[in-house]
């Protein structure tokens, strides 16, 4: 077997800084982050078929610490057996759940889906129908999708990051993650790095555009490419997108459909989280 399995996953939760925790862990010396971010291995669906040989390809034996981030860890609902195949893979592992309030989460995971042109909802229809089943609040009950791995894993080798607490103190949340993978400090990072991954460009996919993503039609095309073709036909297959504000009384009901699960993840992981879903607002 070439390379060397991970020892850290970044599980998620989707929309949660997942891409700005990958690059930043990477600028360390003694840690190797999967150049594709997000491998999926552990989907059924998706890459599992390929094997451990493959998977181990993807990193660098002789780095001390060895990660990948794939958000669809943390999606227990849509990917079934995901922490006890890992479980059963890497019982030693590390890994950080990232987090943040859960209406803010699911409302910006709504607003992806819509510029990636798979959804055409509004926001009351996409959330609001059946939210016991309903993937996007799935998605932000942080204590149901931890369960699932709790059972497998130790309290002492899962991380918790709170996003709003690493917008504000990125330089400190980091060393925290450096003491809990038991390697020496990081001196800074860069500007770029510590600025939290947004999605650039509020421009909403055409379904021409969203059927060749999903073929990966859109990404080969990118590659093979001179930048200005690529950027003619980015123009040609989206449309400029603005989000209105999300209602204050819609917040406060997505909020209400929240609420217990999140003091469930507060109480379990004795938290104080600066999230406004306990307050009762909860409006983007």
């Not at 390379?3 to 599980?11: C, K, S, T």
């Not at 794939?70 to 006890?84: C, D, F, I, M, R």
């Not at 992806?112 to 939210?131: C, F, I, K």
Request: glycine share 4%.
């Amino acid at each position: 077997m070439t390379g060397a399995l991970p020892n850290l996953l970044i599980l998620g939760a989707m929309k949660c800084a997942t891409t700005t925790l990958h690059h930043a862990l990477a600028e360390h010396p003694d840690v190797f982050m999967a150049r594709d971010k997000e491998l999926n291995f552990f989907l059924e669906d998706r890459n599992w078929r390929r094997g451990l040989t493959w998977y181990a390809a993807q990193f660098e034996a002789r780095a001390r610490v060895r990660g990948e981030s794939s958000p669809n860890y943390s999606k227990a609902t849509l990917h079934k057996g995901v922490a006890e195949r890992i479980a059963a893979t890497l019982p030693e592992t590390r890994l950080i759940y990232s987090v943040r309030d859960p209406v803010r989460r699911a409302v910006s995971h709504y607003r992806h889906n819509v510029l990636d042109g798979r959804e055409s909802r509004t926001l009351r229809e996409a959330l609001l129908v059946h939210p016991e089943r309903n993937h996007y609040l799935q998605c932000s009950r942080y204590h149901q999708q931890l369960a699932h791995y709790l059972r497998h894993f130790s309290r002492r080798q899962l991380r918790l990051v709170v996003v709003e607490e690493l917008k504000g103190d990125f330089q400190g949340e980091m060393s925290r993650l450096y003491d809990f993978l038991e390697i020496d400090p990081h001196p800074a990072h860069s500007q770029e790095t510590r600025r939290l991954h947004r999605t650039a460009a509020k421009r909403r996919k055409t379904p021409l555009r969203a059927w060749l993503g999903s073929r990966r039609g859109a990404t080969r095309l990118r590659r093979a490419s001179p930048k200005p073709i690529y950027e003619l036909f980015d123009r040609l297959t989206t449309r400029q997108w603005e989000s209105e504000p999300v209602d204050p009384a819609l917040g406060a009901e997505i909020a209400a459909t929240l609420r217990e699960d999140a003091e469930r993840f507060r109480e379990t992981f004795d938290l104080e989280l600066p999230w406004s879903t306990f307050a009762g607002e909860g409006a983007p």
